[in-house]
């Protein structure tokens, strides 16, 4: 069974950090890893999808790493803004049946001006 | 060019009365999904349509749940003899073919059954 795990739950950060957001899940053989972002009240918006073979994808201050060997993601936030607060989400689909996806239970960022 | 939309953005309803959510997902998609977003379990996969293959109904809590999608596009969920534990967000997303997508997500219907 995939379990999914993000550290922290919460997180607040002065404006203009650097940080982490770390995702772990239990069975390596995965078909990809998603995060995504939500915002109070409103839809998930997908921020970096990373496929298996691929080891890391970048969209602007975002970066996203996978080491599936020891069943570890994490979301790099550079230069952090108070509009990057929100819940992020990791999810991950397994290779047995990759069309379910398994989300974890977020970390929920805030960012102080 | 248009999201994902889904309607209503909020129901009501009585216990034991039966609910339909509809999703209209991005033009062209093939792919749809809906997923639960509820306080005790966080966010749940339901079913998904893929085409005209058959669809993966395992996120499916019980026999009172299911949907379908008509002409491969619109898709409703219905659920049957609601219960209070049927409260919560239903999120509907499509992507362009696959699992091997990036999904899109509509704004949600939160469903309250008193």
């Known amino acids: 069974k995939q379990e999914v795990t993000q550290i922290p739950a919460a997180l607040s950060v002065p404006e203009g950090e650097n940080l982490v957001l770390n995702c772990s899940f239990t069975d390596s053989a995965i078909y990809n890893l998603q995060w995504f972002r939500q915002d109070p009240g409103k839809g998930l918006t997908s921020l970096l999808l990373i496929q298996s073979s691929q080891r890391e994808q970048t969209s602007g201050r975002l970066n996203a790493s996978l080491d599936k060997s020891s069943g570890r993601s994490t979301l790099y936030i550079a230069a952090s803004q108070p509009g990057d607060s929100a819940t992020y989400l990791c999810?991950?689909?397994?290779?047995?049946?990759?069309?379910?996806?398994?989300f974890g239970s977020g970390t929920r960022l805030s960012i102080r001006p | 060019g248009a999201g994902v939309s889904q309607s209503p953005s909020n129901k009501v309803t009585e216990k034991g009365k039966d609910v339909e959510l509809r999703c209209d997902p991005i033009s062209g998609h093939t792919a749809l999904y809906w997923y639960r977003q509820s306080l005790g379990q966080g966010l749940e996969f339901l079913i998904y349509?893929?085409?005209?293959?058959?669809?993966?109904k395992s996120g499916l809590p019980s026999d009172r749940f299911s949907a379908e999608r008509t002409g491969g596009s619109v898709s409703t969920l219905t659920i049957q003899r609601t219960q209070q534990e049927d409260s919560a967000v239903y999120l509907c997303?499509?992507?362009?073919?696959?699992?091997?997508?990036?999904?899109?997500f509509g704004p949600g219907t939160r469903l309250t059954v008193l």
């Open positions: 999810a991950v689909r397994r290779k047995s049946s990759a069309s379910k996806i398994i």
């Open positions: 997303a499509s992507s362009p073919t696959g699992p091997s997508d990036t999904q899109y």
């Open positions: 349509f893929q085409g005209n293959s058959a669809p993966d």
